[in-house]
C-alpha cells in the first residue's frame, strides 16, 4: 500500500518535539526523516548484504598482511564491525528488509581494488535464497594504524596529600591514527545493473601521553580496537547514502516581544507543545500589532506550520513576514522550506511503496 504525501509528512515532522530555551530565543528539535542521497527503486524492498572479503588464497594472505603489519583477525573482526554496523542502520530506516547472508565469498581482504563484478547468475541466486530484491556487497576491504610520537612536556603529580603539586616533565605523546576503506556495490537483479558502487572511507584519531614511548602506547587504544570503531562507521556511514534516515532539525523562534505580549503568550504554549494554540494565539495578534512585531509574530506561525507538518503553510507565512514586514531572517527561512519541500517530495518518491 502506498503512503500518502501527508503521512509521509507527518511521518517525518512529526515524531519527535525538544524544546529549548534560554533568555533570549527558543528552539524547537524536531525529528525528521531526510532522503537519501541515493535513490534506489521503489521495487527493491529487501536487501541482502553479502561479504565478499573471502581471500583467494590464504597463506598469500596471511604474508600480505604480516607485511602491512595488519594481522588477518584484526582485518576479520573490522570487517565484521563494518557488516554489523551497516545492517543496524539499516534497520534504523524505514526504507528496506535487511537480512545478512550466512556465506562469505571470494574477494580481497587486504585488496584496494574493486574485483569484477559478481555476475547476475551469482546475484539472482542470493537473491532467491534469502529472497530479497537486491543485494549489497562489502566487495573488499582494507584497515590500518599508525602510531607517531613527539617529544613534549606533560603535566604530572608529586607529592601527596597537603604537599601534592603538579609539574611539567619532559615526556612522550603518541598518536594512533585508523583509516578504514570499504568497498561497497549495490546490485539490481531486475535491471541487471549496479546502483551504486563507492570505496567508502573513515578515519579516527586517537592520542596518549607520558613519561616513556612504552607507558603512552599503553595507554594508546589498541589497534585492534581502533580499527573495529572505525569499521563501525565507515558501515554507518554507507547505510546513510542509501537508506533515509532520521536526523535532528532545530528551528529558531522569537520568545517575546517588547510592545506585545502575545508573543510570549504564543510562545508559552508552543513550550507545552500546543502549537494549533500558540499559532492561533499569534494569528489573533496581528492587526495590533507594530511593524517589528508583527514580523515575529508571522516567523513564529511560519515555524509552528512546520512543526506541525504544513510545509507549503509555513512558507507562505515566512514569505509574508518577509514581504510585508522585511524580516530578513524569513528571507532566509524561505529558502530553508523550499529544500525542505523538496527533501519531502524526493523522500515520498523513496518510500512509496513502504
Known amino acids: 500500500m502506498k503512503t500518502t504525501f501527508r503521512k509521509i509528512l507527518n511521518l517525518i515532522l512529526s515524531i519527535g518535539l525538544v524544546l529549548q530555551f534560554s533568555s533570549c530565543s527558543k528552539t524547537v528539535t524536531?525529528?525528521?526523516?531526510?532522503?537519501?542521497?541515493?535513490?534506489?527503486?521503489?521495487?527493491?524492498?529487501?536487501?541482502?548484504?553479502?561479504?565478499?572479503?573471502?581471500?583467494?588464497?590464504?597463506?598469500?594472505?596471511?604474508i600480505e598482511g604480516l607485511i602491512t603489519g595488519e594481522l588477518p583477525f584484526e582485518v576479520r573482526n573490522s570487517i565484521e564491525?563494518?557488516?554489523?554496523?551497516?545492517?543496524?542502520?539499516?534497520?534504523?530506516?524505514?526504507?528496506?528488509?535487511?537480512?545478512?547472508?550466512?556465506?562469505?565469498?571470494?574477494?580481497?581482504?587486504?585488496?584496494?581494488?574493486?574485483?569484477?563484478?559478481?555476475?547476475?547468475?551469482?546475484?539472482?541466486?542470493?537473491?532467491?535464497?534469502?529472497?530479497?530484491?537486491?543485494?549489497?556487497?562489502?566487495?573488499?576491504?582494507?584497515?590500518?594504524?599508525v602510531t607517531?610520537?613527539?617529544?613534549?612536556?606533560?603535566?604530572?603529580?608529586?607529592?601527596?596529600?597537603?604537599?601534592?603539586?603538579?609539574?611539567?616533565?619532559?615526556?612522550?605523546?603518541?598518536?594512533?591514527?585508523a583509516?578504514?576503506?570499504?568497498?561497497?556495490?549495490?546490485?539490481?537483479?531486475?535491471?541487471?545493473?549496479?546502483i551504486d558502487q563507492q570505496r567508502f572511507q573513515k578515519t579516527n584519531t586517537w592520542s596518549a601521553e607520558a613519561e616513556t614511548k612504552t607507558q603512552a602506547l599503553a595507554l594508546l587504544i589498541a589497534k585492534a580496537e581502533a580499527t573495529r570503531i572505525v569499521?563501525?562507521?565507515?558501515?554507518?556511514?554507507?547505510?546513510?547514502?542509501?537508506?533515509?534516515?532520521?536526523?535532528?532539525?532545530d528551528r529558531g523562534f522569537f520568545p517575546k516581544s517588547k510592545t506585545h505580549p502575545a508573543v510570549a503568550e504564543g510562545a508559552r504554549y508552543a513550550e507545552v507543545d500546543q502549537w494549533e494554540q500558540a499559532i492561533q494565539t499569534w494569528?489573533?495578534?496581528?492587526?495590533?500589532?507594530?511593524?517589528?512585531?508583527?514580523?515575529?509574530?508571522?516567523?513564529?506561525?511560519?515555524?509552528?506550520?512546520?512543526v506541525l507538518g504544513s510545509l507549503?503553510?509555513?512558507?507562505?507565512?515566512?514569505?509574508?513576514?518577509?514581504t510585508e514586514y522585511g524580516l530578513k531572517k524569513a528571507k532566509n527561512y524561505v529558502r530553508t522550506l523550499d529544500q525542505e519541500i523538496q527533501n519531502a517530495n524526493l523522500l515520498n518518491q523513496q518510500l512509496q511503496n513502504n
Open 312 to 322: 507549503d503553510l509555513a512558507k507562505d507565512w515566512a514569505g509574508r513576514a518577509y
Open 30 to 62: 524536531m525529528t525528521r526523516l531526510v532522503p537519501a542521497a541515493v535513490s534506489v527503486s521503489p521495487e527493491i524492498q529487501k536487501i541482502v548484504i553479502v561479504d565478499r572479503t573471502k581471500p583467494q588464497n590464504e597463506v598469500i594472505n596471511v
Open 283 to 306: 494569528e489573533s495578534a496581528l492587526p495590533n500589532a507594530d511593524e517589528k512585531t508583527g514580523g515575529m509574530l508571522l516567523y513564529n506561525i511560519a515555524v509552528g506550520y512546520e
Open 231 to 249: 569499521g563501525e562507521l565507515a558501515g554507518a556511514g554507507y547505510a546513510t547514502k542509501i537508506a533515509p534516515m532520521y536526523v535532528d532539525v
Open 179 to 194: 583509516n578504514v576503506s570499504a568497498g561497497f556495490r549495490l546490485y539490481d537483479p531486475f535491471q541487471k545493473s549496479i
Open 148 to 177: 607517531t610520537e613527539q617529544e613534549k612536556l606533560i603535566k604530572k603529580s608529586v607529592g601527596e596529600g597537603t604537599n601534592a603539586r603538579t609539574v611539567e616533565v619532559k615526556g612522550i605523546g603518541v598518536e594512533g591514527i
Open 81 to 145: 564491525a563494518t557488516l554489523s554496523s551497516l545492517q543496524q542502520t539499516l534497520n534504523t530506516s524505514p526504507r528496506y528488509q535487511v537480512v545478512r547472508a550466512n556465506q562469505r565469498l571470494t574477494g580481497g581482504m587486504f585488496g584496494q581494488i574493486f574485483p569484477h563484478p559478481l555476475d547476475w547468475y551469482t546475484i539472482e541466486r542470493l537473491c532467491a535464497e534469502y529472497q530479497a530484491d537486491a543485494v549489497l556487497v562489502l566487495e573488499n576491504f582494507n584497515a590500518d594504524f
